[in-house]
């Protein structure tokens, strides 16, 4: 119960103060002054005061109605810089706040971090790896770059690449580069934007292995290096290798057969290890059922043949012709004194070429057609044609007229540079031999070779050679080679 006290207002009206006894720091009958909170309003000689009615200090853990009415202001200390406080762990302090009023807070470690005034936040995503997607993607972004960015260190962590357009830039094959021999671990490599502005069809560069590494597939004028302006035919060259089949041996009854499917080549040399009594031919079919005496060649005597029975002697070697058929067999056809062993070899052929051009060199591809002539009168070695530099010479035709009155023996040959001297044998000779014009005849000499005509090493040149001072009108023509 308040035990009131009276203030002296000294010529005024004294004034009634609520007070009360309480014991305060261990002294009895302790006169305290109660105060009562009221809000004021109103001027000034009119005011007037409203009681609190509601709490002012609330207690921790204790609830807070919707309608607080009133609270206590809460005052905190500016601190610009957040320096260091005095008071030590479990000391109570004054909360801080910046020069904008902002309370200073602190995040939670290994969530979120403030580095030079940023906050950094670790961000996932609300769907995990591997379950049925949900909510809004996450962006991502990267650094644009024009050009291949410098490569980092194994194991680095790097900026995803994008193009200056936003494109993300992707691996999606080997770097066209003139080198061959390409290792398995190339094989992956960035793709250029180029200009970056506009979006462009996918370039690719074949590459075929080789058994180790990898080479850049070649078209048919790739294999022609030396000429400066080869027909661009843009096909890629395809070529089957021979394909020699292992020993078999025809059996010595009537009938007996070895067979071979020829895929498609245009001949089949088969070659006998040993001779017999008896006679064997060889048939043709085009179902593999039906057979045909077929159409050879003994390569030794240079003699054709179809449907002709021969006896087996060793070392015999027969061309067959098997272009559109299936298959070839040996058929025994009277009892041999013993098995003959046959080995077949497939001839393939270039079906991309017999495509395009299936008559007499020179096609209209991979070739350079060349003609050249020269007029002697002294006794010399004289150079009718030197090809280009890492090719060959062909030569189909070369005439040969002669003037003045003096004979002499010519010789027509493919040599090195340099070489003057005909070695009978070993050298390619086309002709030699004496020509002898008098007053009244000049003799002359056509050669030409339509079929097999002479191919020179590569860099050997079409050379005429005279032993005295006749005078010579040559004429040559024919193609280069690789």
């Known amino acids: 119960m308040a035990d009131n006290v009276t203030v002296d207002n000294g010529t005024g009206t004294d004034y009634g103060v609520a007070s009360d006894k309480i014991t305060y720091s261990g002294d009895a009958d302790q006169a305290v002054q109660l105060v009562k909170l009221v809000t004021v309003s109103g001027s000034e000689g009119s005011k007037t005061a409203t009681d609190v009615t509601t709490g002012v200090q609330y207690v921790e853990d204790t609830a807070i109605t919707a309608d607080l009415g009133q609270g206590t202001l809460v005052v905190a200390r500016r601190d610009d810089s957040l320096s260091t406080l005095t008071p030590v762990e479990g000391d109570a302090v004054g909360l801080r706040v910046d020069g904008n009023g902002a309370l200073w807070t602190r995040p939670v470690a290994g969530e979120v971090s403030v580095t030079d005034g940023q906050v950094l936040a670790t961000v996932y995503g609300d769907t995990v790896h591997d379950d049925v997607d949900s909510g809004n993607p996450v962006k991502i972004g990267g650094k644009a770059e024009s050009t291949t960015p410098t ?6 962590r790097v900026n995803a690449w994008f193009g200056t357009s936003g494109q993300l830039m992707a691996g999606v094959g080997v770097p066209v580069t003139a080198a061959d021999a390409v290792a398995n671990t190339a094989i992956v490599s960035p793709l250029q934007n180029g200009a970056g502005t506009t979006a462009g069809a996918l370039q690719t560069a074949s590459v075929v292995f080789n058994g180790s590494t990898w080479d850049r597939a070649r078209n048919l004028p790739a294999f022609d290096t030396a000429v400066a302006s080869p027909v661009r035919l843009g096909m890629q060259a395809t070529a089957q290798p021979d394909q020699r089949f292992t020993s078999v041996a025809l059996g010595t009854a009537a009938n007996s057969v070895q067979a071979w499917d020829v895929n498609a080549a245009d001949t089949t ?28 060649r003994d390569v030794a005597l240079d003699l054709w043949a179809s449907g002709t029975n021969v006896t087996p002697t060793a070392n015999k070697v027969y061309r067959i012709v098997t272009n559109g058929w299936r298959s070839l067999r040996a058929r025994t056809v009277t009892t041999l004194n013993g098995t003959c062993a046959l080995t077949a070899t497939v001839a393939a052929r270039s079906t991309v070429v017999n495509a395009l051009d299936s008559g007499p060199a020179p096609h209209n591809f991979g070739y350079t057609p060349w003609f ?16 280009t530099s890492g090719r060959r010479l062909v030569v189909t035709k070369v005439t040969l007229g002669t003037g003045s009155t003096t004979a002499g023996l010519v010789t027509v040959w493919l040599a090195a540079s340099g070489d003057t001297t005909v070695n009978l044998g070993t050298d390619d000779v086309m002709f030699r031999g004496v020509l002898t014009p008098t007053a009244n005849a000049t003799p002359g000499v056509i050669l030409d070779f339509p079929n097999n005509p002479p191919v020179g090493t590569v860099d050997y040149l079409l050379k005429v050679t005279t032993a005295a001072a006749t005078t010579l009108y040559v004429t040559a023509r024919g193609y280069e080679i690789p």
């Not at 490569?151 to 680095?156: S, T």
């Not at 079919?285 to 045909?292: E, F, K």
């Open 151 to 156: 490569a980092v260190a194994d194991a680095d």
């Open 269 to 296: 040399l088969v070659h006998l290890a040993t001779t017999q009594t008896g006679t064997m031919t060889f048939e043709v079919s085009a179902d593999g059922t039906n057979w045909i005496g077929a159409e050879f």
């Open 372 to 387: 050249a002539g020269a007029d002697i009168s002294t006794g010399t070695t004289t150079n009718i044609k030197t090809p």
